[in-house]
T-cell receptor
């Protein structure tokens, strides 16, 4: 596609439920990133995929968070047993080196 | 010291003035630098990239880079109310190249 596509755009879930967030990067971009941004805060790195290499998971805040990227394209970020502090905007970005990241429009997650 | 530092602002300038946004970085090996604009409630949008020392101009925007001083800036000439946003500085990590450090952003308000 022309841009990075994320779905859903908004998600409200009950505390303790699992959620899946989807990212469809720009075709041909080998690098894919997940960030989250809480209200009024900066970007918090979560995880990075590059081609077929093992992902860099160093930013995942707990073992409730996991992500996969299938076929080098679509990625899914899963949050298990959601907590209220997980409420944030989850941003996906892809990149074709040496150019900058292109961000998707994000998924706004609200845990109630 | 943070990897990328920006004044959080808020920075207010009158319409038509020059807005100057500054960023310092700690990784001396970084080779490329990016500026993103983020409107409230939206995802970051890439507006400028710079790879060499000196100035790079694109319309009303000028990026300035001084690698010796580890300093990159963004000038916005003839500021417009539509320029009111948060501006993020991004610097790739020299050891991986693919992953960015992001500043926390400078909030700019252009007053009509």
């Amino acid at each position: 596609g022309a841009g990075v596509s994320q779905s859903p755009s908004n998600k409200v879930t009950e505390k303790g439920k699992d959620v899946e967030l989807r990212c469809d990067p720009i075709s041909g971009h080998t690098a894919l990133y997940w960030y989250r941004q809480s209200l009024g805060q900066g970007l918090e790195f979560l995880i990075y995929f590059q081609g077929n290499s093992a992902p860099d998971k160093s930013g995942l805040p707990s073992d409730r968070f996991s992500a996969e990227r299938t076929g080098g394209s679509v990625s899914t970020l899963t949050i298990q047993r959601t907590q209220q502090e997980d409420s944030a905007v989850y941003l996906c970005a892809s990149r074709n080196v040496p150019y900058g990241y292109t961000f998707g429009s994000g998924t706004r997650l609200t845990v109630v | 010291q943070k990897e990328v530092e920006q004044n959080s602002g808020p920075l207010s300038v009158p319409e038509g003035a020059i807005a100057s946004l500054n960023c310092t970085y700690s990784d001396r090996g970084s080779q490329s630098f990016f500026w993103y604009r983020q409107y409230s409630g939206k995802s970051p949008e890439l507006i400028m990239s710079i790879y060499s020392n000196g100035d790079k101009e694109d319309g009303r925007f000028t990026a300035q880079l001084n690698k010796a001083s580890q300093y990159v800036s963004l000038l916005i000439r003839d500021s417009q109310p539509s320029d009111s946003a948060t501006y993020l500085c991004a610097v790739p990590r020299s050891n991986t190249g693919n992953q960015f450090y992001f500043g926390t952003g400078t909030s700019l308000t252009v007053i009509p």
